[in-house]
């Protein structure tokens, strides 16, 4: 009887020991999942940046395109003269923001 409870004693102490290294491991576990997690938030941040870049590049390629098309107009006696600019392209705030821009009423 006495050699049973030791036997049943010995292997809930080996249960024990192996419940506290399942704890310690997911203690660790624990830890690295966070840092995962915030390796993820800062992956996302700069997903949305490039979103934003990627979404304004079909207008960049137009302008580009709708720019390049002014080489077309020119005849061949412009070429002899040097190389031909595409047209300027300029920059309109269709916006109105008068904080923005200048006056030219002087203060009084």
């Known amino acids: 009887m006495k050699t049973s409870l030791q036997t049943k004693i010995k292997q809930k102490e080996e249960e024990l020991k192996d419940l506290q290294e399942i704890r310690s491991y997911t ?4 830890e690295q999942l966070e840092q995962i997690e915030k390796k993820l938030d800062e ?13 304004s590049w079909q207008n960049i390629m137009s302008s580009v395109s709708l720019a390049s098309l002014g080489v077309l107009n020119y005849a061949k006696k412009d070429y002899e003269l040097g ?26």
């Open 27 to 30: 203690g660790v576990l624990t």
């Open 43 to 55: 992956l996302a941040g700069g997903a949305e940046s490039v979103a934003l870049v990627l979404s």
């Open 83 to 108: 190389c031909p600019l595409p047209e300027p392209l300029v920059r309109i705030n269709l916006h109105k923001d008068n904080e923005n821009l200048p006056t030219t009423e002087s203060d009084p």
